[in-house]
T-cell receptor, first 112, second 113 residues
């Protein structure tokens, strides 16, 4: 089954403790992105990647890192999480810039 | 600045009734516009895509329209069902280089019995 898989689905952590949210897609898509979704603000892009070893900042990259060492995986790294990074995070992939984005199920992160 | 504005912010309708959601955008040059449905706690799922030359497109009880001249789109839901309760997000893609997708904030639809 074609899908985008995020892990974990839910995470509660403390300020400053490094964490990684994984994202994997099995559709051989070139493009992958990370978004955060907050009430009243909608989906905002954090980082995106057009191909292996190619990543770029989105609209709200501060406090986040990503890597794209292989096509299928695009982890999101929070080196020192802060409470303002409490949010619902979505990973998405698409074959190219003209096509539909397929979203993962989301990761609800709470930083206390 | 590229923006997508959706209205209303939220909407409550009775089961079986029709409704129309609006999307206005300023993204230019324009490539395509998609409507996504997002159930609570889940990722968005694409409903329709509209390109510059398309005025209307249907997907079951969902009908999307596009007026590229006025930069407006609508999503009409016919004979609503309880399962239509979700957020509907309008997403516009520009046609310039690696233009990222521009997301609206969504319309929260609640269908009640």
């Amino acid at each position: 089954e074609a899908q985008v898989t995020q892990n974990p689905r839910y995470l509660i952590t403390v300020t400053g403790k490094k964490l990684t949210v994984t994202c994997s897609q099995n559709m051989n898509h070139e493009y992958m992105s990370w978004y955060r979704q907050d009430p009243g603000l909608g989906l905002r892009q954090i980082y995106y990647s057009m191909n292996v070893e190619v990543t770029d900042k989105g609209d709200v990259p501060e406090g986040y890192k990503v890597s794209r060492k292989e096509k299928r995986n695009f982890p999101l790294i929070l080196e020192s999480p802060s409470p303002n990074q409490t949010s619902l995070y979505f990973c998405a992939s698409r074959p190219n810039r003209h096509t539909e984005a397929f979203f993962g199920q989301g990761t609800r992160l709470t930083v206390v | 600045k590229n923006q997508v504005e959706q209205s209303p912010q939220s909407l409550i309708i009775l089961e079986g009734k029709n409704c129309t959601l609006q999307c206005n955008y300023t993204v230019s040059p324009f490539s395509n516009l998609r409507w996504y449905k997002q159930d609570t706690g889940r990722g968005p799922v694409s409903l329709t895509i509209m390109t510059f030359s398309e005025n209307t497109k249907s997907n079951g009880r969902y009908t999307a329209t596009l007026d590229a001249d006025t930069k407006q789109s609508s999503l009409h839901i016919t004979a609503s069902q309880l399962s239509d309760s979700a957020s509907y997000i309008c997403v516009v893609r520009g046609n310039s280089g690696n233009t990222p997708l521009v997301f609206g904030k969504g319309t929260r639809l609640s269908v009640i019995a």
